[in-house]
């Protein structure tokens, strides 16, 4: 008998759970709330919970807490479970491989998994010129890399990010990062040699389209800094903290030419647009760019710890033996959990799910912003939708309104996240997993949360 055989019979989480938004208590309970207390006497005050709902159970489109509630699930804990919450090819997968070795080290006896995941990554990613790819844990870490890489490759210093990037919250990605609060404040200093441009924000730059945006950032980027001086330039397709930020058509291509022509690194930062969330494989793959290398993290491995960069192979070959690596980078579980994911985003076609999903957020989150002007914008690819909040009449972003309204949507049972540079911005990023009635309930819940607000 195989581990996997031994599995419990009825799985207590996984896509069998009841598929329901049910209230059972106040959200929290009174066994959430006890948990809240232990925790704030014992975990640092500075890792905080947006939904102080303490899980048990989560699979499909809903998570089960420990007093009982079944909670909807838009948020794919931060577009990480694409395919679902304990999907039974992971489990499987994960399982068979924790019965037969958890860990090695792959850069001391190496296993083939590793390799799996990079010629899958290598085939799926961008491009069809040579490919290597590296695996690391976390998307920050992963980020660090890529930039690790393009500074050996090209042998200069400065990168640059963009205006409302998040890449991360160490040492390096703080500094890429945008945000001050919460991710940077009393952190520094910061590293050096990175340098910001402006994006293309279409709903607070009017007028100023995707080529015209990326050529205010070209000049500024050739004035401040200099190609001559520039590694890499990292940016997210669509941003994803910053606030769902799809730049202007012809913003990115604009930018690979530029980059190519200047011997400059392009690095696309998909840890959270990747694997079918926007509709396609990557959000790169929408306007064709192919990008020198891209990082990948979030839904690549259906929950477990992993991260990736992939990319030209010439530049993923420059760093000497030894430069690139770390204990548990591309560790047996999550390889093996990758690779039952990104079978399942290819075999499942859940690009085209993702697409289905974002056909009814956007029709209904459209029809919402049609009566109500405080829904300044409604934006965003496939799965991965944003609305923006703002004073009707100022235009002005509205935190405050955005936080009411994310609180009520909780109390309701509807797992929502904010993000943005004003926090204004409510995203939607479910599981594709999810059934369409259970997503139109949430958005049932958002719209009279809103209106009461
Ligand atoms: C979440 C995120 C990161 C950081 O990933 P971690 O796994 O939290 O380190 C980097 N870039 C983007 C675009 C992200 O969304």
Redesign the pocket.
């Known amino acids: 008998m195989t581990l996997v055989d031994a599995l419990p019979l009825t799985p207590v989480g996984g896509p069998s759970l009841p598929q329901e938004r049910r209230l059972v208590t106040a959200i929290p309970g009174p066994k959430s709330q006890e948990l809240s207390r232990r925790k704030n006497e014992a975990v640092s005050a500075g890792v905080g919970v947006t939904l102080p709902a303490y899980i048990v159970a989560a699979g499909g489109g809903v998570l089960v807490d420990v007093d009982g509630n079944s909670l909807i699930d838009l948020g794919s804990g931060?577009?990480v479970t694409g395919i679902g919450n304990s999907a039974p090819e992971v489990v499987a997968a994960v399982a068979a491989q924790l019965a037969q070795f958890t860990h090695t080290c792959f850069t001391v006896t190496p296993y083939d998994s590793y390799i799996e995941v990079a010629e899958m990554l290598n085939r799926l990613t961008p491009g069809d010129h040579a490919k290597r790819s590296a695996l690391f844990?976390?998307?920050?870490?992963?980020?660090e890399n890529a930039v690790k890489i393009a500074r050996h490759y090209t042998g200069k210093q400065a990168v640059v990010a963009f205006d409302h990037?998040?890449?991360?919250?160490?040492t390096l990605?703080m500094g890429l990062?945008a945000k001050n609060q919460p991710y940077k404040n009393g952190f520094g200093p910061f590293a050096a040699e990175i340098y910001r441009a402006p994006m293309s924000y279409p709903y607070r730059d009017a007028g100023l389209d995707g080529p015209g945006a990326a050529r205010r950032a070209i000049s500024q980027i050739e004035k401040q800094i200099g190609a001559d001086n520039l590694a890499a330039l990292i940016i997210?397709p669509i941003?994803?903290?910053g606030g769902f930020i799809v730049p202007a058509p012809g913003f990115l291509p604009t930018l690979v030419d530029w980059c190519r022509a200047n011997e400059v690194v392009f690095i696309a930062?998909?840890?959270?647009?990747g694997f079918a969330r926007t509709g396609d494989m990557f959000a790169s793959d929408h306007e064709g760019i192919v990008p020198d290398l891209m990082?990948m993290?979030?839904g690549i491995a259906g929950g477990l710890?992993l991260?990736a960069v992939t990319g030209r192979a010439e530049i993923m070959d420059a760093p000497q033996v030894g430069g690139i690596g770390g204990t548990y980078g591309g560790n047996p579980l999550a390889c093996a959990a990758a690779l039952a994911t990104m079978h399942s985003y290819e075999t499942e076609d859940l690009a085209l799910r993702a697409r289905e999903i974002g056909a009814i957020l956007t029709g209904r989150l459209n029809a919402i912003r049609a009566v109500d002007k405080r829904v300044g914008d409604v934006r965003g690819r496939g799965a991965m939708i944003a609305v923006e909040l703002v004073d009707p009449v100022t235009g002005d972003p509205d935190a405050a309104l955005t936080g009411r309204v994310v609180a009520a949507a909780h109390a309701q049972g509807v797992v929502l996240l904010t993000c943005g540079t004003y926090g204004n911005v409510i995203r939607f990023l479910p599981p594709l997993s999810i059934p369409d009635d259970l997503l139109v309930e949430g958005l049932q819940v958002l719209g009279a949360v809103l209106a009461a607000a």
């Open positions: 931060i577009a844990n976390s998307g920050a870490e992963a980020v990037a998040y890449h991360g919250r160490t990605t990062t997210e941003q994803g903290e930062d998909e840890v959270q647009t990082v993290a979030k710890p991260s």
